[in-house]
Nanobody, 124 residues
Framework: QVQLVESGGGLVQAGGSLRLSCAAP????????LGWFRQAPGKEREFVAA????????YYADAVKGRFTISSDNARTTVYLQMNSLKPEDTAVYYC?????????????????WGQGTQVNVSA
């Protein structure tokens, strides 16, 4: 069983930065592709970023391009979402997700494993 645990959320002022972490203790993400999604109150869960480890290919939603970066440690035990120049509209619960297919996707239903979510609040 793959257990994903997010951390790093919190309250930050607009223009500030946060780094979210997603880990599967005792496991590696090497065989999985990973994505980040977010869900604001009253809205659908939306794609944020994804990565294919093997090819090093990354994907970003238009709303976060140039501001957010998805990455991992060398052992592929932790995936990060570095969020810079945060805006109030970035406020949401952020979820990491993994797919055993190993192929990154922007589609929520493609992911088999999900974390519990971490709250990000960006004040004006």
């Amino acid at each position: 069983q793959v257990q994903l645990v997010e951390s790093g959320g919190g309250l930050v002022q607009a223009g500030g930065s946060l780094r979210l972490s997603c880990a599967a203790p005792g496991r590696t993400f090497r065989s999985y592709a990973l994505g980040w999604f977010r869900q604001a109150p009253g809205k659908e869960r939306e794609f944020v970023a994804a990565v294919n480890w093997s090819g090093g290919t990354t994907y970003y939603a238009d709303a976060v391009k140039g501001r957010f970066t998805i990455s991992s440690d060398n052992a592929r035990t932790t995936v990060y979402l570095q969020m810079n120049s945060l805006k109030p509209e970035d406020t949401a619960v952020y979820y990491c997700a993994a797919t055993a297919s190993g192929t990154a996707s922007i589609v929520r239903s493609s992911y088999n494993f999900w974390g519990q979510g971490t709250q990000v609040n960006v004040s004006a």
